[in-house]
């Protein structure tokens, strides 16, 4: 693997993978970060990437949807190897707007496929991010297995679903050499404040209200990025072709407690911000349509195979993660107050 794409790397998850790749793993080769800079793309998160890593990381601003733009990067760059992230990826989204997720999840990703497939002779691999959303929703028992059936409930998880259908079709049909992974709900540093664990601790630290969707009991496995990171990366070098893993934190938990436990890891490690408790924040509103009750995964295969098992508890993840969004304050701001958005567009134009 001498020549990676990460696609999304300007994203929550693919920005921690880029930069364990570069800081910490043992790939010795160079990543082409392609990232569109939809409004959950933030440049600044790998600002100092192309200083430090000059010779090994470069940075192109370009859409997965566009098959030319692509093909040209992946002429330029001579691409052996794909790790793809990058994704419409917020579920609320994709009930008030589904087009942008079946346009980027579905047409993006048979793109990238298709650029694959020319440059067969040189591809190492083609490595699919997915969710364990694809499987639908669980009972009060069990977990998803590789072999449970695909049920998607949301237009985000059905867009996921077909792309890692088109991923696995293209190992079938073209013998082009893939791996999946199916991985449960991620979080740490720079997340986007829109998803559950980044926007209750912002509004907690603000003394806004925190919103919890229904009866607060819906189940979610909670996943600290980095551990995310090492299992795709032991899943890249070491997994079957051909085969998929799916990837979880070993940490259930109802919405609920979460959102009380993050306010009581901001009550005390933000003490002096706001005397009040912040569990007085928390309201119930109206619930997600469609909106899945547990999910929960067995990752037997992942830690059989390759030995790979989560190193953060949720408590200790939670506490790195509330620490990340306290003492990085200028990102938080820059997010907050679009500051990223004005800065893309003054770099890139009005359109992005
Ligand atoms: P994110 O929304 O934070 O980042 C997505 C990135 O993709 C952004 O940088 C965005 O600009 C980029 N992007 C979007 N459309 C693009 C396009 N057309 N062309 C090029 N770039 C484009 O998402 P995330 O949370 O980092 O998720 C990354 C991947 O992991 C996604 O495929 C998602 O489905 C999957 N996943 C996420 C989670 C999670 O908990 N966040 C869990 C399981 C799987
Ligand atoms: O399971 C993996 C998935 O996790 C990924 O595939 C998605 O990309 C990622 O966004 C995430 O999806 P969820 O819908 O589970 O994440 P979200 O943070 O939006 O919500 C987590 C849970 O919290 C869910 O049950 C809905 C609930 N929730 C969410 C928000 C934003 C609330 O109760 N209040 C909120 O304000």
Redesign the pocket.
Known sequence: MKNMLVTGGCGFIGTNFIRYLLEESDFEGRVINVDALTYAGNPFNLEDMEQRFSDRYTFMHADIRNRGDMSRIFNDYEIDTVCHFAAE????RSISGPDAFIQTNIVGTFNLLELAREGRDRLELFHQIS???VFGSLGRDGAFTEDTPYRPNSP??AS?AASDHLVRAYHKTYDLPVTISN????YGPYQFP????P?MILNALEGRPL???GD?L?V?DWLYVRDHCTAVWAIMKQGKRGMTYNVGGASEME?IRIVEMVCDMVDELAASRLDNPRRGLIGFVKD?PG??RR?AIDFTRLKGELGWTPEESLESGMRKTVSWYLDNREWVDRVRSGEYRSWIRKQYGEEV
């Not at 991985?183 to 991620?186: D, P, V």
């Not at 829109?194 to 664990?197: C, D, G, S, T, V």
């Open positions: 990826s917020h579920v609320d969710t364990d959303e985000y998880s996921k991985c449960s709900n991620n829109e998803k559950l664990i926007l919103p919890v969707y607060g819906h979610r919405n997600r909106h899945d999910y």
